[in-house]
T-cell receptor, first 113, second 117 residues
Framework: GDSVTQMEGPVTLSEEAFLTINCTYT??????LFWYVQYPGEGLQLLLK?????DKGSNKGFEATYRKETTSFHLEKGSVQVSDSAVYFC????????????FGAGTRLAVHP | EAGVAQSPRYKIIEKRQSVAFWCNPI?????LYWYQQILGQGPKLLIQ????????DSQLPKDRFSAERLKGVDSTLKIQPAKLEDSAVYLC???????????????FGPGTRLTVL
């Protein structure tokens, strides 16, 4: 079945460092891809998405490009802030079906001043 | 606009006891989802409702889990009897889509953290 694999955390960075969180997927058809963020004590929030190959999703300085040839959707940010500390989940939505999301295990990011 | 509401936020029970969780989706959202998030794992869909009908419950352990969405608004998820491996965060989400094949964004509630001792 479809699946998502994320790099293990935690990822610890200093403020203003460059961030990459790797995400690869296995899917039949042409899934849509998402990054969700979960801040402490809060629910999951959609960070960005891409619905077809070569699309780039972006929001709040974060970016990810849908790479069909490498089945990847890596999350990047050029300069992280302490407020970016959270758990990040990569997810896919199957091309058929009923809007079901399949999530990776999540990557915890800790940013220190 | 109010978000997805869930209660309780925390629950501790003994194994073999019963427990119920409540979810109130965003007003006007036709589709409601329950996810289970075990520590260290991503959320896994348990059941999806379209209005008050079940669209997908393929990963719901039906021998002990049940869910209902009477009147197509709020929903309850019940576990009876609970096992140790049911310890997890139970997330409720909703989306606007009126049709089962829709692709609208899912909005998540804060979750209920269940600990089974």
């Amino acid at each position: 079945g479809d699946s998502v694999t994320q790099m293990e955390g935690p990822v610890t960075l200093s403020e203003e460092a460059f961030l990459t969180i790797n995400c690869t997927y296995t899917a039949t058809g042409y899934p849509s891809l998402f990054w969700y963020v979960q801040y402490p004590g809060e629910g999951l929030q959609l960070l960005l998405k891409a619905t077809k190959a070569d699309d780039k999703g972006s929001n709040k300085g974060f970016e990810a490009t849908y790479r069909k040839e490498t089945t990847s959707f890596h999350l990047e940010k050029g300069s992280v802030q302490v407020s970016d500390s959270a758990v990040y989940f990569c997810a896919l939505r199957e091309s058929g079906g009923y809007n079901k999301l399949i999530f990776g295990a999540g990557t915890r990011l800790a940013v220190h001043p | 606009e109010a978000g997805v509401a869930q209660s309780p936020r925390y629950k501790i029970i003994e194994k073999r006891q019963s427990v119920a969780f409540w979810c109130n989706p965003i007003s006007g959202h036709a589709t409601l989802y329950w996810y289970q998030q075990i520590l260290g794992q991503g959320p896994k869909l348990l059941i999806q409702f379209q209005n008050n009908g079940v669209v997908d419950d393929s990963q719901l352990p039906k021998d002990r889990f049940s869910a209902e969405r009477l009147k197509g608004v709020d929903s309850t998820l019940k576990i009876q009897p609970a096992k140790l491996e049911d310890s997890a965060v139970y997330l409720c989400a909703s989306s606007f889509q009126k049709l089962a094949g829709g692709r609208d964004e899912q909005f998540f509630g804060p979750g209920t953290r269940l600990t089974v001792l």
